[in-house]
């Protein structure tokens, strides 16, 4: 039902007349068709042998073609092949006399669409001739459809392919987040039982001097005033706790001012004063005073010519000094020399701080810089700290323009390189 409403659509006018060709050997048989024909709108040619009907055919193509089975000079299934060959949307009906009916079921089964038997009558090849026209239209709408849908198809299945491309990349990335977010929550974890040691150990410390010295204060008061040398020992002893008292609220001091300094970074108030330091002279001063706190390691200083001003903030790069020299002599318990290297590059001034302590393993050679980052190895694990220094001084270094990075040769010891820009901070 929806076809042949389809086909009703399917205007003449909106494509032009339709032609039609009729072939026959009587000149009066075509010329009477074509009056017929014509009236009802149709562009008629005619043709009353084989060959013109195929030059005909040559030149263009017509939506409908009737045609006589027996012409002088051919036959019509050969004008049948031709229309076929040329022009396959084409209809072809076939004229017959009732002797060859025969051949024109034969003409029917090769895809002729329909036969009129001479002499018929007008309505007769109207209808025929119409319904003919209104199976072409059919076919071409059908066609055009089948091209329509085929194109959505194609679009369709490019559209799922993409989204399907665009699904799994998304669920990828979230994959990631997802991995981070549980990397990132096992740190934190870590660092806060990390954390709470290390701010408890210097604290116990200073909690269990007090005691003894406010006891022994009180012993004192109780016995009365001693003989001048027992005073003297007593003193020199209560000061040897309270210096022990002095050194642990350095170390909170320090370790506060850490965590104060990672706060900063993460709410970016993180505050740098530029002004132009000498990395030379800065990493002798640094060497020097970290020298006073070993006395297992040597601290040496190499500084390669030129000039090793950078645009910078002094306290920060400070920090960054103290804490690679700190690690460096943190990291290998065992003593030894840390080296220290400052030469101008073509990029600015590098700094390498070289240790022969445990070394870091390859694949830990990014993550050391991560926040809350400790590495797994026992060896590391016995000497404190709350894996944020790394963490700091690479945020101070980048925020400098420059970079930071970590190198482990055979693992023979660490070696962690600082390279500033001349430029600074922007
Ligand atoms: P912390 O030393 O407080 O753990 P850092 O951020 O300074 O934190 O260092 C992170 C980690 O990098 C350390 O836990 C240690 O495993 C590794 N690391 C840093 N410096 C060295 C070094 N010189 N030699 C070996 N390992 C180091």
């Known amino acids: 039902m929806s076809v042949s409403s389809?086909?009703?659509?399917?205007?003449?006018?909106?494509?032009?007349?339709?032609?039609?060709?009729v072939v026959d050997d009587e000149e009066s048989v075509v010329t009477t068709m074509q009056a017929i024909l014509e009236m009802d709108g149709y562009d008629v040619?005619?043709?009353?042998?084989?060959r013109e009907a195929l030059?005909?055919?040559?030149?263009?193509?017509?939506?409908?073609?009737?045609?006589?089975?027996?012409?002088p000079d051919l036959t019509g299934t050969d004008i049948l092949a031709e229309v076929r060959k040329r022009w396959p949307d084409s209809v072809t009906v076939l004229l017959t006399g009732f002797a060859s009916l025969e051949s024109a079921v034969l003409a029917l089964r090769e895809g002729a669409y329909d036969y009129l038997v001479k002499p018929c009558a007008v309505?007769?090849?109207?209808?025929?001739?119409?319904?003919?026209?209104?199976?072409?239209?059919?076919?071409l709408a059908l066609r055009l459809r089948m091209t329509e849908l085929e194109e959505a198809n194609r679009t369709i299945a490019e559209l799922n392919a993409d989204l399907q491309r665009r699904v799994e990349a998304a669920t990828a990335e979230l994959?990631?987040?997802?991995?981070?977010?549980?990397?990132?929550?096992?740190?934190?974890?870590?660092?806060?039982?990390?954390?709470?040691?290390?701010?408890?150990?210097?604290i116990t410390a200073?909690?269990?001097?007090?005691?003894?010295?406010?006891?022994?204060?009180?012993?004192?008061?109780?016995?009365?005033r001693p003989a001048e040398d027992e005073w003297k020992r007593e003193e020199t002893a209560t000061i040897e706790q309270l210096e022990v008292v002095q050194r642990q609220t350095e170390k909170l001091a320090r370790l506060i001012d850490e965590l104060l300094d990672v706060s900063r970074i993460q709410s970016g108030r993180l505050e740098f004063r530029l002004i132009p330091v000498d990395l030379g002279v800065l990493a002798r001063e640094v060497a020097e005073r970290m020298q006073l706190t070993t006395t297992k390691h040597r601290l040496r200083v190499r500084v390669n010519g030129g000039d090793l001003t950078v645009s910078g903030d002094r306290d920060h790069i400070e920090q960054v000094l103290n804490n690679l020299l700190s690690n460096a002599i943190k990291y290998s318990p065992d003593g030894g020399t840390v080296d220290v290297g400052v030469r101008v590059e073509e990029e600015g001034v590098h700094v390498a701080v070289r240790d022969s302590g445990i070394g870091i393993a390859k694949e830990e050679l990014a993550s050391i810089f991560g926040l809350f980052y400790r590495s797994p190895d026992r060896r590391a694990r016995d000497?404190?700290?709350?894996?944020?220094?790394?963490?700091?001084?690479?945020?101070?270094?980048?925020?400098?323009?420059?970079?930071?990075?970590?190198?482990?040769?055979?693992?023979?010891?660490?070696?962690?390189?600082?390279?500033?820009?001349?430029?600074?901070?922007?």
């Open 6 to 21: 389809e086909a009703a659509t399917y205007e003449p006018d909106v494509l032009g007349p339709r032609r039609v060709l």
């Open 45 to 50: 040619d005619i043709s009353t042998n084989g």
């Open 55 to 71: 030059r005909r055919l040559e030149e263009k193509e017509y939506d409908l073609v009737l045609t006589d089975l027996r012409l």
């Open 123 to 139: 309505e007769e090849l109207r209808a025929t001739v119409r319904r003919g026209l209104e199976r072409r239209a059919l076919t």
């Open 175 to 202: 994959q990631k987040n997802v991995e981070q977010l549980k990397e990132l929550d096992r740190l934190k974890s870590q660092f806060m039982s990390i954390a709470s040691h290390e701010l408890k150990t210097p």
């Open 206 to 224: 200073m909690s269990g001097f007090l005691q003894i010295s406010v006891r022994r204060m009180r012993r004192r008061i109780e016995r009365g």
């Open 383 to 426: 000497v404190g700290g709350m894996g944020v220094g790394l963490y700091i001084s690479r945020e101070i270094v980048e925020r400098h323009g420059g970079r930071i990075w970590a190198s482990s040769p055979d693992r023979r010891g660490a070696e962690i390189h600082v390279l500033l820009p001349r430029g600074g901070a922007g």
